[in-house]
């Protein structure tokens, strides 16, 4: 049977997604707490990792090593990088990358991480076309795109380093998490999507009542998600 390990950069939304599980068991590890059971007919891990790629690899591997993950999903909240995105879209990984990871002074390109094949992360196609297909359904309220994820230790507030980013990475949404899960996921061998609903447009220039974005991303990921899962 299938195993799906959901990360939630939430805490609500993923309070929202237990309380539709049934039959929990729960594990404390690495100061995270995993919820195993039954989402929506499908065997699932639920799990917050924490702000920081470091937290998040550490989550993404725990998940790998004691669950025998069949696919890895995050969902979370970004900042926009591409003008087409308006807060309160949901942006669906292609790929994602780190931008923080910098031994340029070496003679690497910025981004490139040393000694691997790659540093630009795919997800898996099955699953990104679930969920488009599942998001434009759920969701006809919003947009939703493909895109590539940016992410680094650091929260994108100015538009000088918005537009470093898209210059230097091409970047169409920023974030603290989701390239360290897409890198884990890599070596393991498993098969990943990053799901983000766009918060803001990285340059602090958001005004929209945060509560209420949060409450309507939320909504619009459980839509989502309820709906792809029906399909995995």
């Not at 230097?168 to 393991?188: K, P, R, V």
């Amino acid at each position: 049977m299938k195993t799906i390990g959901l990360i939630g950069a939430m805490e609500e939304e993923v309070a929202s997604l237990k309380k539709q599980m049934t039959e929990t068991t729960e594990m404390n590890k690495a100061g995270m707490l995993f919820t195993e059971g039954s989402l929506w007919g499908t065997k699932t891990v639920i799990v917050v990792s924490g702000i920081g790629k470091v937290n998040m690899a550490i989550c993404t591997q725990i998940l790998v090593d004691e669950y025998n993950i069949s696919a890895l999903i995050n969902t979370g909240v970004a900042g926009s990088l591409n003008n087409r995105f308006d807060i309160g879209d949901i942006v669906l990984s292609e790929c994602a990358q780190q931008h923080d990871m910098d031994v340029s002074a070496l003679g690497d390109p910025v981004g490139t991480i040393p000694r691997m094949e790659r540093s630009v992360f795919y997800a898996d196609k099955t699953l990104l076309s679930l969920a488009e297909k599942a998001c434009k359904k759920s969701n006809p309220d919003i947009q939703c795109h493909i895109g590539k994820i940016v992410s680094g230790d650091q929260f994108i507030s100015s538009a000088e380093k918005k537009d470093y980013l898209i210059s230097t990475f091409q970047g169409d949404c920023a974030e603290m998490e989701g390239a360290a899960m897409a890198q884990a996921a890599y070596l393991n061998q498993v098969p990943f999507l990053i799901i983000r609903a766009i918060s803001d447009k990285a340059d602090n220039s958001s005004h929209m009542d945060y509560p209420e974005f949060e409450r309507r991303a939320i909504v619009h990921t459980i839509n989502l998600l309820k709906e792809m899962y029906k399909n995995l």
